[in-house]
């Protein structure tokens, strides 16, 4: 699933703080499984730009891909917040909170459609499987990336959501 774009334009919904504010286009990018962990809310952007780019869309599968990525990531943020470099923990904490909120969203089947406060978390608050006061959460992560609070409630997150989603679907796997 790799192909290459060579402009993407960011619609005015998604040129929000902390993730394309001052961002336009995007020149250049690689659609691949990778992909998705190095652009925020790359297959969002390109879904939105044309749903016909690629065949299959991430929100498609069942999988929790920030499990796994959060899995990978988590200690060596970790580390940069011990080492009190926090500056240098902002842009991966920055990446991570893109794909939890991704996670958020893939896990109802669509894409993410707008980064504005009010419609990001409006949609965030239908979800059935929403951890606990995920709104206040979310926007002291997305306002404070670069601290070890952000860092530790990601966490709290993560699990929170992997429990409570998991219990959702087997809820709706009993019902049919």
Request: net charge positive; with cysteine; glycine share 2%.
């Amino acid at each position: 699933m790799e192909k290459s774009l060579q402009k993407l334009e960011i619609p005015e919904s998604f040129r929000q703080a902390p993730f394309y504010k001052d961002r336009q286009v995007i020149e250049a990018a690689l659609i691949s499984e990778e992909a998705v962990f190095q652009l925020p809310f790359l297959y969002d952007l390109c879904y939105h730009a044309n749903p016909h780019t690629l065949s299959f869309w991430p929100w498609s599968k069942k999988e929790n891909y920030f499990h796994e990525y959060w899995m990978k990531q988590r200690e060596s943020i970790r580390e940069l917040f011990h080492k009190r470099e926090q500056k240098k923990a902002e842009f991966p904490m920055l990446l991570s909170v893109s794909v939890f909120i991704d996670q958020l969203f893939w896990s109802t089947g669509r894409p993410v459609d707008s980064l504005t406060d009010q419609r990001l978390l409006q949609g965030i608050q239908l979800l059935p499987f929403a951890p606990l006061n995920i709104e206040e959460r979310l926007v002291y992560l997305l306002r404070q990336p670069d601290r070890f609070l952000s860092y530790i409630q990601l966490d709290e997150l993560e699990q929170e959501f992997t429990k409570r989603h998991s219990a959702y679907q087997k809820r709706r796997q009993k019902k049919y």
